[in-house]
């Protein structure tokens, strides 16, 4: 099944080898950890947007990593009548595109461009099919052979980190 990717001007790096004092902007896949809610931006009269995610990968997580080194949060600013990213699960796929870092209290931090940067969402689940379920407005990648390949070892690699690290919950009604 044909979904649409397409190859980035940007380089694709895995999370820990994001430099933010470089001044490149990065494309890449991150596994959503934590989400909020679209909040307005304070300056901008509720024309503006973002939402926080915070994302992990096989180079960088919780459990690998220590201190504010264990996930990137990404911030994504848009128009208050534009998309906003909705997650449906923790653990889903995040594809962004020309994403600018920089260091935050010693933590690097992403954020989307006014113009030129993009996002989609995908399911986490290995199975799923390569067809995003949530997309900024400009997202015009199309699908090619590597970024299947990247989103299916995310999906992949997500599975095995959740699989050993949630633990099961069970609630009783007393």
């Given at each position: ?9 940007a ?7 994001i ?17 909020t809610?679209?909040t ?8 503006e947007?973002?939402v ?22 990404l ?14 699960k923790i ?9 600018e ?8 931090q992403?954020?989307n ?25 400009n ?15 995310a ?6 980190f ?13």
């Open positions: 099944m044909e979904s649409e990717f397409s190859a980035p001007s380089e694709i790096a895995e999370l820990k080898d430099n933010p004092r470089s001044g490149k902007k990065y494309s890449g896949f991150g596994v959503i950890l934590d989400a809610r679209a307005p931006v304070s300056k901008s009269n509720g024309q947007t973002y926080q995610l915070k994302v992990i990968d096989a180079s960088m997580n919780p459990k690998t990593s220590e201190g504010p080194l264990s996930y990137i949060p911030f994504i600013y848009q128009k208050s009548d534009s998309p906003y990213p909705f997650v449906e653990g889903d796929i995040i594809r962004f595109i020309n994403f870092f920089q260091d935050y209290n010693k933590q690097s992403g954020k461009r006014p113009a030129g940067s993009s996002w989609r969402i995908f399911h986490g689940q290995e199975d799923a099919d390569t067809n995003d379920y949530c997309r900024s407005y997202a015009i990648q199309r699908n090619d052979q590597t970024l299947v390949d990247q989103l299916c070892k999906r992949k690699w997500a599975t095995t959740f699989q050993k690290y949630s633990r099961n919950f069970t609630l009783s009604f007393s």
